[in-house]
Every structure is written in structure tokens, then in C-alpha cells.
DNA sequence: TCTCAAGTATAACGTAACGTTAGGGTCAAG
DNA sequence: CTTGACCCTAACGTTACGTTATACTTGAGA
């Protein structure tokens, strides 16, 4: 009934994807040894070498040694079914341990792209001055939330970023030439509502279409510099920016935002 | 502001988890080496070594050799942020390789408790009839619905397949033996019940809780032993087997069954 | 200040799992 | 009977370290 088909070497070389030397390796330390009756000292191969060859490669792509491969292949209760089941076992905890690989990769990634965003953002800024205000930050808002601020900054293009920090730099520069103006001055109101829609604009970006930024959050923003500190870090775009830019802040949404 | 803090093998070893030989190894091949200005030979590491080295043993963990590890660091454009996406891409080849073997694994598995659950069933059958058997049911319901009928039988447990199997030759036996009684004697009929009853028990596991053998499925069922050779091959339980077997279950679908 | 265990270095041999010649039989087709 | 495609054994080469062996440094404690 068995058809008992027999291969010579390179059949099963051909077959299963090895090569001639590694099946000669395995007949020579004893892991997989075919018959040689036919006295010209030739290997032929089975179908039960195939098998146990196929279980082999298997453990041998799971970086087993061919010393446990044999011990495995001996173990008690080992016929092909439970052999079968240990594998896939193996397989499994492999397939979790890629799994926290391609996790870490990831996360790194989105480390990495915080970092070059913050970079763009605040990278002609004098590092003292950022990391002082990061410091205030996280007193501020709790390091959870500035984990999040991080990820959030993560997400995007580069080129976005840089555009972004185009328009900011240039706002920011266009309010410091004011300072000094009345708030109500139109010059410096236009400036603001070009602010306003920046931030409306990356509020979007970051929350989905349509989250408009509210008259408290762009109260709240213009409020945020809520200590001398931070006040004098803001000076660095010009002497007593920090309060002209807030007096113009708050005006705006009261007129424009029915802020109380 | 950056700390630069630097490390000793045996620190970088337990951090990263490699032995001080392959730290050793790396040097002397040129992949990684740290600064040693330090006079005394001592190798002395600092953060972006980390890194580089977190790198290569994640390609290690792929199985590139260290050569090609070299070249994968030095490929063009290989800032940080493309080497973890070149190695997300590997990671992602590599898991789908996995599941690959995972899935080979799995059909092996059915396919070799399929054979042992048909063993059971027919392992007291002389082989050419099942054969016979095997290959007049090809013909009549299509190799692909017999492969479905493979996956069903290698859903069941042996021992269900056991207790199914006894159940079953007990049955037989008893039909075997009142062959030459009528269809409607008592006993014929009790025998055929439990038949019927027996079908139910595997219709039910198969198919689900609640799924009874319908009239016209016993019916057809009977009628199953469409042709002589089929029938002859039922003639292996005893002569006259399948016809009386057949007269059996018309009657007592056609009796409690509500058949036509 | 001396001391000594713990850490570091180089150097060199060992090993696993084959790859790669080298040198020589076997077989089937023409 | 040749010839080209296979097959064999034997033995050295290779990769990526492990494992001694021998010797220098260093830092905490007697």
C-alpha cells in the first residue's frame, strides 16, 4: 500500500531545502540517519526521514542546537503529534517575543520623532531657557500630562512642524515689533487673530477636524504664564513681550471670542 | 547638559545583556568601539554606544551575520530613525515567517488526528474495502466535501471517537444478528432507535447542540448504499446486511419520523 | 599603607554547524 | 566505453563567540 518512495541526497536536499553536506552532517553525528544497504555506500531517505528532518528544521529555525534538537526529537511521549504541539508552543513564544521587539522599535520611533520635532520647535531657542521652562511645565501640568504633549508631538511630519514653527516664529516676531501699542491698536489685533488661528489650526491637527479652540482655552493660554518665571522667559522675544502678548490675547477673545 | 555618563563592560554587559567577551569580540572586529583613552586599556562606553549595540542585537536576534550587520549600520542614509524602520520591516517579514510555521504546524496537526480518528473508526475494517469505500464516496460527494469531512472528523477527541466507534459496532452487531426478522419485529426496531439516537449524538456534536438528523436526512442516510458494490461492502457485517439494515431505518423513519 | 577580591586586559585555544575544496568511486545515456 | 551528473570520505576553513590562562588596576577595608 505504502508507496515507500526513497530519495537519494540531493533529492531531499532539493526537497526540503538543505543542503547535501547538512544531511551528510546529520547522518555523520547520528541526528538523522538514513539507509545504506545498498552497498555502494549511497544515503536513501524516506518518508519517515522527511518528517523527522522537517521537524528538525523547525527547531533549528527556533535556534535550538542540534544537541537539543535531539533531545527533543528523544523526549518521552514524543510521537509526531506531541512534537507538533511543542513546536507550535515554541512557535507561539517566539512569535511574542518579535511581538515586544517590533513593540520597542515602535516606541523608540516615536521617541525619536518627539525629540526632532521638539528640535524644530525649540531648537533656536538657548537650550538653558527651554529646559527651564520644560522644568516649569511639568511642575505645571504633572509628567503624565507631558508624556502626552510628547506623543502628541510625535505624530507629526516634519514638514508640518517646521511650517508650523514658520508661521509661530513669524507671529511671534510681529507681536514683538508692537510692543508698546494698545491692545486695541487694529495692527496688533490683526497679529492676534493670525495667533488665534494658529492655534486653531494645530488644535485641529491634534484633536480632529472640527475641535475649535474654545474663548477658556485661549484665555486660559494667554493666563498661562502665571508666574515672574515664566514671564521673564518669554522676554526673550523682546522686553515685556510676555504681558503685551497676553493684554492682546485677552482682548481679542473678549471682543472676538465673547469671553467674560 | 548632556550627562555623558560612560560605562565599563561589565556595566554595559548586565545593561544590555551581552557577555564581556562579545563587548571584547566587537572591539577587535571593529562593529563597536568605545573610547580608551583612559591610559590603563580600560574600554569605556557611553550612550550612543549603547544604542549602536542595541541595534546589532537586534539584527543578531534576526540572524545576519556581523558582516552584514557592518554593512546595515553603514548602508546610506542610515541615521537612526531609517535603521529602525529598515529593522521593522525584518521584524514584520520575520513574524509573518512565524505564522507561516504556525499554520503548517496546525494542518499537520488535523490532518494526523483526522487519520488517527479514521483509524479508530475503521481500523477493524480489512483495509481494501475502506479503501473501496474511501474512493466510491470520492465519487459520489466530491473530493472537496470529503475534505470537510476530514476536518470533522479531526475536531473530536479519541476518546469520544472510541465510545462512538463501540456505540456503533454494538449496533451493528445487533443488526447483523436479526437479519431474516421483519422490519417491524420490536427488537429490529429497538436496535434501530438506537441507531437513530446514535446519529442524533454525533449530528449534535458536529453541528452544534441542538441540530437533530432530520426525516429526510435518516432517509437519505439509508439510501446511501446506492449500488451493488456498496452494498456488497456492507455485506461485511453479514450477508444481507445492508438491505435489511436499510428496510430497518425506512420503516422507523417512515414510523416515528414522519417520512413520506 | 598594605592587601586582596573584584574587575579589566591580552592571548590563544575550543566549539558548533556547517561551507568548501580535494580526490576519487558510481551510474545511466549515448 | 566514455562522459557528465551524482555520490562518497576526509579534512581544513569560518563565524561568533565560550573558555581558560596569565597578568595588570582599582577601590574598599585591616
Same mark, same amino acid.
Given at each position: 500500500?505504502q508507496?515507500?518512495?526513497?530519495?537519494?541526497?540531493?533529492?531531499?536536499?532539493?526537497l526540503v *531545502?538543505?543542503?547535501?553536506?547538512?544531511l551528510?552532517?546529520?547522518?555523520?553525528?547520528?541526528?538523522?540517519?538514513?539507509?545504506r544497504?545498498?552497498?555502494?555506500g549511497?544515503?536513501?531517505?524516506n518518508q519517515?526521514?522527511?518528517?523527522?528532518?522537517? !521537524?528538525?528544521?523547525i527547531y533549528?529555525a527556533l535556534?535550538?542546537t542540534?544537541?537539543?534538537?535531539r533531545s527533543?526529537?528523544?523526549a518521552?511521549?514524543?510521537?509526531?503529534?506531541?512534537?507538533?504541539?511543542?513546536?507550535k508552543?515554541?512557535? %507561539?513564544?517566539?512569535? !511574542?517575543?518579535i511581538?515586544?521587539m &517590533?513593540?520597542?522599535v515602535?516606541v +523608540?520611533? +516615536?521617541?525619536?520623532?518627539?525629540?526632532?520635532?521638539?528640535?524644530?520647535?525649540f531648537?533656536?531657542i538657548?537650550?538653558e531657557k527651554v529646559?527651564?521652562w520644560?522644568t516649569l511645565e511639568?511642575e505645571r501640568? *504633572?509628567?503624565?500630562?507631558?508624556?502626552?504633549k510628547?506623543?502628541?508631538l510625535a505624530?507629526?511630519?516634519?514638514?508640518?512642524m517646521?511650517?508650523?514653527?514658520?508661521e509661530? +516664529?513669524? &507671529?511671534?516676531d510681529d507681536?514683538a515689533? $508692537?510692543? *508698546?501699542?494698545t491692545f486695541d491698536n487694529p &495692527?496688533?489685533?490683526?497679529? $492676534?487673530?493670525?495667533?488665534?488661528?494658529?492655534?486653531n489650526?494645530?488644535?485641529?491637527v491634534v484633536?480632529?477636524e472640527?475641535?475649535?479652540?474654545?474663548?477658556e482655552?485661549y484665555?486660559?493660554?494667554?493666563?498661562?504664564?502665571? %508666574?515672574?518665571?515664566?514671564e521673564?522667559?518669554?522676554e526673550?522675544?523682546?522686553?515685556?513681550?510676555a504681558?503685551?502678548?497676553?493684554?492682546a490675547?485677552?482682548?481679542y477673545?473678549?471682543k472676538n471670542?465673547?469671553?467674560?
Open positions: 500500500m508507496k515507500s518512495k526513497v530519495y537519494s541526497v540531493s533529492q531531499v536536499s532539493k *531545502g538543505v543542503s547535501v553536506r547538512t551528510h552532517h546529520y547522518d555523520h553525528i547520528k541526528l538523522l540517519r538514513p539507509a544497504k545498498m552497498d555502494n549511497y544515503r536513501y531517505y519517515s526521514h522527511l518528517i523527522l528532518l522537517q !521537524q528538525i528544521l533549528r535556534d535550538f542540534l544537541e537539543e534538537i527533543l526529537l528523544n518521552e511521549s514524543s510521537d509526531l503529534f506531541s512534537q507538533l504541539e511543542k513546536q508552543q515554541v512557535l %507561539n513564544e517566539r512569535q !511574542q517575543s511581538a515586544n &517590533i513593540n520597542s515602535e +523608540t520611533m +516615536t521617541n525619536l520623532k518627539a525629540k526632532k520635532n521638539h528640535e524644530i520647535l531648537g533656536d538657548p537650550k529646559e527651564r520644560g511639568k501640568l *504633572g509628567s503624565e500630562n507631558i508624556e502626552k510628547m506623543a502628541v505624530q507629526f511630519d516634519h514638514e508640518i517646521h511650517k508650523l514653527k514658520e509661530s +516664529t513669524e &507671529i511671534s507681536f515689533k $508692537t510692543i *508698546g501699542q &495692527i496688533v489685533q490683526e497679529i $492676534t487673530a493670525k495667533h488665534y488661528q494658529l492655534m489650526k494645530i488644535s485641529c484633536h480632529g472640527n475641535s475649535q479652540v474654545s474663548s482655552q484665555v486660559a493660554m494667554a493666563n498661562s504664564v502665571d %508666574n515672574k518665571e515664566m521673564e522667559l518669554c526673550f522675544y523682546g522686553q515685556g513681550y504681558e503685551h502678548a497676553r493684554g490675547m485677552l482682548y477673545a473678549k471670542l465673547n469671553a467674560k
